[in-house]
């Protein structure tokens, strides 16, 4: 955090001070009043920065990441509007994003929580490492147009693995405009999933003598286990 303190023969004296030490001007401020003046004191002052809402951000990750005893890592920031995005670059980049994107989800989900509780208006906070979101969705628009395939061909609806909303959204605008399939959601809180139905049974070898297959898709890395 950018600081300093300052004195002056009144506060207003020793704020004008700390401003011009800080090159920032009122309204970019916080002030804290240590000594009030007097004919025999100066006033102190403790002038801080104020931090932007995407500062407010980097600060509570860097201290989660601290105290779950993290080492060799960097927290970048870029604001862009209405959006906050945080990149964690580090050596062990596998732990701060933990299993199918875990950890980053709940750092993030907390970030924003933290941020725009009590708090007009609203930021998006977008967490990332190593670029993790964009591989993610490209795996999950890949399966997506499998899926598709597969229910196309088979007839039967196919049940995905528990996700959450925002990977959900990925599956449903992938096959938002297909011809041959279906998606919603089903389930609540952590076991909430997409199901991709067929669409057109017309189009659809042999789906009236179908049953319903209860396919649940896992990931490479869970599958090898």
């Not at 800080?22 to 931090?51: C, F, H, I, P, Y």
């Not at 870029?78 to 701060?96: A, C, L, Q």
């Not at 959900?168 to 959601?185: G, W």
């Amino acid at each position: 955090m950018i600081k300093t303190e300052a004195t002056g023969r009144t506060v207003d004296k020793a704020i004008e001070s700390a401003l011009q030490q800080l090159q920032l001007t009122r309204d970019q401020v916080d002030v804290t009043v240590l000594q009030e003046g007097s004919l025999l004191k100066q006033a102190k002052v403790l002038v801080a920065k104020k931090l932007t809402d995407g500062e407010k951000v980097q600060n509570f990750i860097t201290e989660v990441l601290d105290k779950m005893t993290f080492e060799g890592y960097t927290v970048d920031l870029v604001e862009d509007g209405e959006t906050i995005r945080v990149d964690i670059k580090g050596d062990n980049n596998g732990s701060v994003i933990g299993y199918r994107g875990e950890v980053l989800d709940s750092l993030q989900y907390l970030s924003s929580l933290i941020l725009n509780n009590e708090k007009a208006g609203y930021k998006r906070v977008v967490l990332d490492s190593e670029n993790y979101r964009q591989k993610r969705e490209k795996t999950l628009v890949h399966l997506a147009k499998n899926l598709e395939h597969k229910v196309k061909r088979t007839g039967r609806p196919v049940k995905l693995e528990p996700m959450n909303a925002y990977e959900r959204r990925i599956i449903h605008t992938t096959l938002q405009d297909s011809r041959y399939v279906s998606t919603e959601s089903d389930g609540t809180g952590s076991n909430r999933h997409v199901i991709v139905s067929p669409k057109l049974t017309n189009d659809i070898l042999n789906a009236p003598q179908r049953k319903s297959l209860n396919f649940v898709y896992r990931s490479e890395k869970k599958r090898r286990r």
